[in-house]
């Protein structure tokens, strides 16, 4: 007797970064720069919403795509705070931006459809594109200080081409895209039948330029889905919340995988989200900035050549001059140096490794002070 299980889950490893996490993580007297999520708590005030919620026995079924006044509090905040215009007729409360993305790419791809990944990426989009059986397609953006080259973008486009995935803020090298990037992808995309998905999770986080959304080209609207999450801007990773927003007729379509995935987000939850939109991101953003500043001048000091982020939490650092691959320098350096970095392989990128600054002030000297000691005992390849 022959089992077979389906070939797509069959072709998909599960995500190397939090495989390297728990080996940092069982590494005893290691320090860790590893992971992905604020160090802070969940503000209180978020917090008894959701409790609020919960005595007021609000555990029921709640609406497929969200209560209208979480969806309408969305609807408003994307309005005022980002100027983006999306009646709560096109908004999707989802399982944090993981389950966005996941329904976004379901709903648009067929097997063999082709979707472009700038890289450095995240590699939940690869893992995403071909659980629907469609083909990733990078586009490294190393070579030109992380924005996307105008050129490559246009050869790398062909009959299959679906979509092209945008993050800006970017993890995991903190950089944001140019408004004259965006204004050339928009060129190059806006009379093709090519959907642009933008991963805005770190749209809070800026600290420098000018920030923009490709969801600002709304002469693009039918073809742009934006995903967005409650995890980073208001400390809520464990919450598991996101939102999607699409033009009606692609929201409702995303509603249909939404609905036979998980029913609804929780009942409870929504109030809390409501609360959080109405929350100030700036103290945190603030805190960033001030890490951001601190390992930015350290690094430097060290002598790396690292390109100075304008947002995110993440620092991506070269290291092909020491003549590893990145895994072999990031295993080695948690074995003799006792400190963890995620290896640039797991962002599609050689020759680099991807430093988180969600960590106090102590960790972080603690995290750098070993960096350099490790470092100074290496051999430079010339
Ligand atoms: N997109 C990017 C770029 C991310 O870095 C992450 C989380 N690390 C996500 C999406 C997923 O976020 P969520 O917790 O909302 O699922």
Redesign the pocket.
């Known amino acids: 007797m022959e089992l077979t299980l389906n070939r797509d889950a069959m072709r998909v490893e599960l995500s190397g970064i939090r495989r390297f996490t728990y080996l940092v993580r069982d590494t005893p007297g290691a320090c860790a720069l590893t992971i992905?999520e604020p160090d802070m708590n969940t503000p209180d005030i978020i917090k008894e919403a959701a409790k609020a919620s919960l005595d007021a026995n609000d555990t029921h079924y709640p609406p497929g795509n969200g209560y209208p006044y979480a969806l309408e509090a969305i609807s408003r905040y994307e309005a005022n705070a980002h100027g983006l215009k999306y009646g709560p007729e096109e908004i999707l409360l989802t399982v944090?931006?993981?389950q966005a993305?996941f329904i976004t790419l379901q709903t648009l791809c067929n097997p063999g459809d082709e979707v472009i990944i700038p890289t450095p990426a995240?590699g939940?989009y690869e893992a995403l594109v071909q659980l629907c059986g469609a083909e990733p397609v990078f586009l490294p953006t190393e070579h030109n200080r992380f924005q996307i080259d105008p050129d490559q973008l246009r050869a790398a486009l062909t009959e299959r081409t679906k979509a092209v995935i945008l993050?800006s803020p970017n993890?995991p090298t903190g950089c944001i895209y140019t408004k004259e990037t965006l204004d050339a992808v928009h060129e190059i995309l806006k009379d093709r039948p090519v959907f642009v998905i933008c991963?805005d999770?770190y749209r809070t986080l800026v600290y420098e330029g000018e920030y923009h959304s490709f969801a600002e080209y709304q002469d693009m609207r039918d073809r742009i889905v934006v995903v967005n999450?409650f995890?980073k801007p208001y400390a809520m990773?464990g919450w598991r919340l996101?939102w999607c927003m699409a033009d009606a007729p692609i929201r409702d379509r995303l509603q249909v995988f939404h609905q036979y995935c998980v029913t609804s987000v929780p009942s409870f939850v929504q109030r809390a989200c409501v609360t959080a939109l109405d929350s100030d991101t700036t103290p945190m953003a603030e805190t960033f900035r001030h890490r951001r500043d601190y390992v930015y001048g350290r690094l430097t000091d060290i002598g790396l050549n690292v390109q100075k982020p304008e947002g995110a939490f993440y620092m991506f650092i070269p290291i092909a001059q020491y003549g590893m691959d990145s895994l072999t320098f990031c295993e080695r350096m948690l074995r003799e140096g006792l400190v963890g970095l995620i290896p640039g392989i797991y962002f599609n990128t050689e020759g680099y490794m991807r430093l988180s600054y969600c960590y106090g002030d102590q960790d972080l000297k603690e995290g750098l002070d070993r960096i350099q000691r490790f470092l100074s005992g290496l051999a430079v390849c010339a």
């Open positions: 992905g944090g931006a993981t993305l995240f939940l993050t993890n991963d999770v999450s995890s990773t996101g």
